[in-house]
């Protein structure tokens, strides 16, 4: 008898909360307040990782042939760690040679908007190498002033 009552009072609730979703714009953060949320990889790691993706089991990973043909390849494409904004909403990979300078540097040059699976990606290019990208269950557009002026371009979820 509670149950009844009870299930009614929690689909009205859900049902209300459901009119105050709002349409939102999303853009491109400024990379100088990026902070770094992992270490990166000690040459020891990387050989280590090296070994295992290169090794017995390489037909695992699709990689192409090339990356594991020299440890140096190898060292470019895995010497990464984890950024994100300082807000948490866009994270993305930077490479550990660069160091932090020439990110705090970087101008937004590109935000494409694209569906992986429920996932809504919305992917923001930099000048310098670099894409942070951000993922929502929202459905997003990418905005028409992308093309005429990448520095500003805007993404509407709803």
């Known amino acids: 008898m509670l149950r009844t009552p009870f299930i009614q009072l929690v689909g009205v609730l859900l049902l209300g909360t459901t009119g105050l979703v709002q349409a939102e714009t999303i853009g491109c953060p400024e990379l100088a307040t990026a902070v770094q949320v992992n270490a990166c990889p000690t040459e020891e790691e990387l050989q280590y990782t090296f070994k295992g993706y290169c090794g017995d089991n390489a037909r695992m990973y699709d990689k192409g042939d090339q990356v594991c043909t020299d440890f140096a390849l190898y060292r470019l494409m895995k010497n990464v760690s984890l950024w994100e ?19 705090a540097e970087g101008r937004a040059v590109k935000l494409v908007v694209s569906k992986q699976g429920s996932v809504t990606r919305v992917a923001c290019s930099y000048d310098v190498g670099v894409t942070f990208t951000h993922r929502t269950k929202a459905k997003c ?6 093309s005429s002026a990448p520095g500003s371009c805007k993404a509407e979820c709803e």
């Open 85 to 103: 904004t300082k807000d948490g909403r866009f994270d993305g990979y930077v490479s550990c040679e660069t160091g932090p300078v020439p990110l």
């Open 141 to 146: 557009t990418a905005a028409a002033e992308c």
